[in-house]
């Protein structure tokens, strides 16, 4: 029996998904476990897999299309199989959904086909007048057109209300069979080569304008600005320029990830007031424990595998820093989810190394390397990027001496590492006496939700990372 192939529900808060790519196309064989297309999450790029064997029979739609999760996407059946009622029926759903979408733009039906030369169209009739010339229409009707901007006069519309005259859902009825018509696919590619939709001619059913409307207007285009670089080189070139005179490098469109990341920081920004705090450390025992760990094994640890074990310990000694605001519940976690933010190619990503409370220090290390990697190379799996417990952020390899990170939410608190610089430091021995010594310091700074965590609980929370970390062994047991 023919399957249908809906787009999945990757995350709690994920209400649509975008195909990035199919990995088999129309009349191809697939085998149960194969990838079979990829779909773009807030923060990457997955692969799903085939539930089952068979045969694509149908590719209801393209790469770069976006549609509800749960929405049908292709149907698989068996090699003999007639799949077009489970095709129809995916259809159907698609067009119950909302969805619209390039795969579903056929050749009309014998039904829908244009009308010969011999039948004739009626055009609609002008818009009914009423006594004296005016115009026959509610005022609903009058307020959703001025909001519309449709202007009245000369409105060809066939009136449906009280003795013909124009009510609201004729309106609304001739707004929607004038609105522009263009898949989704065409749209992105029109807004990524900052086309104008309403420029491009659509060869698509009743108008649409199709992938391949914008990519015969972005051939125009570009022979349009190949002449133009052509006149340049002759002196005679355009340069762009923004309202207040500066002149134009690059265009980019503020969407997909960016935009996602975009839009949580803001969201965490405005809604958590943010508090900080700052502790300068003292690195000179660690990193010699470091250099003598590394020296003893083929596994070598980073700094950055000390301070995420400090946080842990930290973590375990004020468990309210360990915590996530939902709702308007505090849950306070014993399992310590540690995140570590990475530059990815789509931005910043922050994979989280589950039950890190159970992990030594070259455990952390070696649990660490791997989902670097991934995240770096964009593969990382949902949940191997969700339901982090707390955060750390270190820009110290990128020589940054202070920064202040903002909260990842739903978490109460970040960790952010600044660089690490050889300092004069005041040091008093054991005898009371004090001298000044070149010491290898480094700030750190922990932010924080101000509802939920006070700012002594974060000065002790700060302070305990800073003296684990100056006294490296407790690190080790």
């Known amino acids: 029996m023919a399957e249908i192939i809906i787009m999945p529900k990757l995350g709690f808060n994920m209400n649509e998904g975008k195909l990035v790519e199919w990995y088999k196309k129309e009349g191809d064989a697939v085998a149960k476990g194969e990838p079979l297309f990829s779909v773009e999450t807030d923060k990457t790029n997955m692969d799903i897999e085939a539930t089952g064997d068979g045969v694509v029979k149908k590719l209801l739609i393209e790469a770069g299309d976006t549609i509800p999760v749960t929405l049908p996407i292709a149907v698989i059946g068996a090699a003999e199989e007639d799949a077009s009622a489970a095709i129809e029926d995916a259809a159907s759903q698609l067009k119950a959904g909302g969805a619209d979408i390039t795969a579903q733009e056929e050749a009309p039906t014998k039904a829908e086909e244009a009308p010969s030369a011999k039948e004739t169209v009626p055009e609609p009739a002008a818009a009914p007048k009423g006594e004296g010339g ?10 959703v057109a001025a909001e519309n901007d449709l202007s009245l006069e000369g409105l060809s519309i066939v009136g449906t209300g009280w003795q013909g005259g124009i009510c609201e859902q004729d309106i609304l009825d001739y707004l929607a069979s004038n609105k522009l018509k263009i898949t989704p696919v065409a749209r992105a590619m029109a ?55 500066k002149e134009i490098l690059e265009e980019v469109p503020y969407a997909g ?42 596994k070598k640890t980073s700094v950055t595998d000390y301070i995420a074990r400090a946080t842990i310990l930290a973590l375990q000694k004020y468990p309210e820093m360990n915590a996530s605001l939902v709702g308007d519940t505090i849950v306070k976690y014993k399992s310590v989810n540690l995140g570590i933010a990475v530059a990815s190619p789509t931005g910043l990503i922050v994979p989280n190394i589950k039950d890190a409370q159970n992990l030594s220090v070259v455990e952390l290390s070696k649990a660490a390397s791997p989902l670097f990697e991934k995240a770096r190379a964009g593969k990382l799996a949902i949940d191997e990027y969700t339901g982090g417990s707390f955060t750390i952020s270190n820009l110290g390899m990128f020589g940054i001496e202070n920064f202040t ?18 300092e004069p430091v005041v040091i008093t021995d054991e005898d009371g006496n004090k001298e000044i010594a070149i010491r290898p310091m480094m700030n750190i700074q922990v932010s924080v939700d101000h509802r939920v ?25």
């Open 134 to 143: 005016r115009l026959k229409i509610s005022p609903r009707a009058r307020r």
């Open 191 to 245: 807004e990524a080569e900052g086309l104008d939709p309403e420029t491009i001619t659509g060869t698509g059913v009743n108008g649409k304008i199709m992938k391949e409307d914008v990519e015969k207007a972005l051939a125009e285009k570009m022979a349009a600005a190949a002449q133009t670089a052509v006149e340049a080189e002759a002196g005679a070139g355009e340069r762009k320029f923004s309202p207040d005179g």
């Open 257 to 298: 990830v960016r935009k996602v990341i975009g839009d949580r920081m803001s969201e965490s920004k405005f809604t958590a007031p943010h508090l900080y705090f700052t502790q300068k450390v003292d690195l000179e025992k660690l990193l010699k424990l470091r250099k003598e760990v590394n020296a003893a094994q083929d």
């Open 405 to 422: 990170a903002i909260i990842n939410p739903p978490e109460v608190g970040i960790l952010s590492i600044s660089s690490t610089k050889d």
């Open 453 to 477: 965590i006070d700012g002594l609980l974060a000065a002790q929370f700060v302070t305990e990372i800073k003296n684990l970390l100056e006294h490296p062994m407790s690190l080790m047991v």
